[in-house]
């Protein structure tokens, strides 16, 4: 049974930082593209970050500079570094895995990530 469980969502002042993490169960994790992505509310699921099975890694442009994606594969586990975190960031953040076989996309629950003052 595949689990992706996100964590380290909460509410956060403007300008503060969030590092998101997501443990996956149940895949060979090495052989997994991983992604984060956002959907905001009355707004459409966007990609916000990617790291493929060999690191290399890619940004929505909203975020460039600020977020960073990082993975360990020892751990299994995906992580998204958000700093300098804005309104316009808040969302429910999910973890993506996606695999090179067909039906081979998997996903979490999401974590809730609310930036206000």
């Known amino acids: 049974q595949v689990q992706l469980v996100e964590s380290g969502g909460g509410l956060v002042q403007p300008g503060g930082s969030l590092r998101l993490s997501c443990a996956a169960s149940?895949?060979?994790?090495?052989?997994?593209?991983m992604n984060w992505l956002r959907q905001a509310p009355g707004k459409q699921r966007e990609l916000v970050a990617s790291?493929?099975?060999?690191?290399?890694?890619s940004y929505a442009d909203s975020v460039k500079g600020r977020f960073t994606v990082s993975r360990d594969n020892a751990k299994n586990t995906v992580y998204l570094q958000m700093n300098g975190l804005k309104p316009e960031d808040t969302a429910v953040y999910y973890c993506?895995?996606?695999?090179?076989?067909?039906?081979?996309?998997?996903w979490g629950q999401g974590t809730q990530v609310a930036v206000s003052s």
């Open positions: 993506n895995a996606v695999g090179v076989l067909p039906g081979a996309d998997y």
């Open positions: 149940g895949i060979i994790f090495r052989f997994y593209n």
């Open positions: 790291i493929t099975t060999g690191g290399s890694r």
